[in-house]
């Protein structure tokens, strides 16, 4: 069965501290993305990051940065520097092949609030 | 570009009360996604429609709820009549389904709901 598990509820660092979000998940397929959302105290969901499963090259974009192995069923994110906007609830989310009853469907985590403090 | 568009983006209704949310989904997307989130549960998936067709309606919580996509541009969630523990932040999202495989979703703003 498809399943997200991030074991951290909450996080607080410190600005300027690096910190890193777990994501770990479960699927039998060989082929599935994997995604970020950032949800800020506005509320809404922002897309961050996909990532196909045959690719397991780590991704970096400014601050952020993404760890992916498929040995461990990993996903997570890590953000260098951290600075108070970073604060959010973070969703990792997974998606597979379509198997007619699941198509279209994201599986979410339940999320980790993390929160940077001045 | 327009992003998801729901509407209202407040809600405050008295318990009984017909409730009736509406969403725009991206142009060129072919999945709709309705969402619950509240603080016990999480961000919970309601229904989604694939070519506007309802693919799972698992998540809809009682027979109150109902959702329709009339077309490719437009979809509403109903709840009729309306409790207290339906209070909640309801967002729609769409994505691109292609090849079996789905792409990310873009959440609309969300609608806060309250029912007194």
């Known amino acids: 069965a498809q399943k997200v598990t991030q074991a951290q509820t909450e996080i607080s660092v410190v600005e300027k501290e690096d910190v890193t979000l777990d994501c770990v998940y479960e699927?039998?397929?060989?082929?599935?993305?994997l995604f970020w959302y950032k949800q800020p105290p506005s509320g809404e969901l922002v897309f961050l990051i996909r990532?196909?499963?045959?690719?397991?090259q780590n991704e970096i974009s400014g601050r952020y940065s993404w760890n992916f192995q498929k040995s461990t069923s990993s996903f997570n994110f890590t953000i260098t520097a951290s600075q108070v906007v970073d604060s959010a609830v973070y969703f990792c989310?997974?998606?597979?092949?379509?198997?007619?009853?699941?198509?279209?469907?994201?599986?979410f985590g339940r999320g980790t609030q993390l929160t940077v403090w001045p | 570009d327009a992003g998801v568009i729901q509407s209202p983006r407040h809600e405050v209704t008295e318990m009984g009360q017909e409730v009736t949310l509406r969403c725009k989904p991206i142009s060129g997307h072919n999945s709709l996604f309705w969402y619950r989130q509240t603080m016990m549960r999480g961000l919970e998936l309601l229904i989604y429609?694939?070519?506007?067709?309802?693919?799972?309606d698992s998540g809809m919580p009682e027979d109150r709820f109902s959702a329709k996509m009339p077309n490719a541009s437009f979809s509403t969630l109903k709840i009729q009549p309306s409790e207290p523990r339906d209070s909640a932040v309801y967002f729609c999202?769409?994505?691109?389904?292609?090849?079996?495989?789905?792409?990310?979703?873009?959440f609309g703003p969300g609608t806060r709901l309250t029912v007194t």
């Open positions: 989310a997974l998606s597979d092949i379509d198997r007619g009853s699941t198509l279209g469907r994201l599986y």
């Open positions: 990532r196909n499963s045959f690719d397991e």
């Open positions: 429609f694939n070519n506007n067709v309802p693919i799972d």
């Open positions: 699927t039998r397929d060989t082929t599935y993305y």
């Open positions: 999202a769409s994505s691109l389904t292609r090849h079996r495989l789905n792409y990310e979703q873009y």
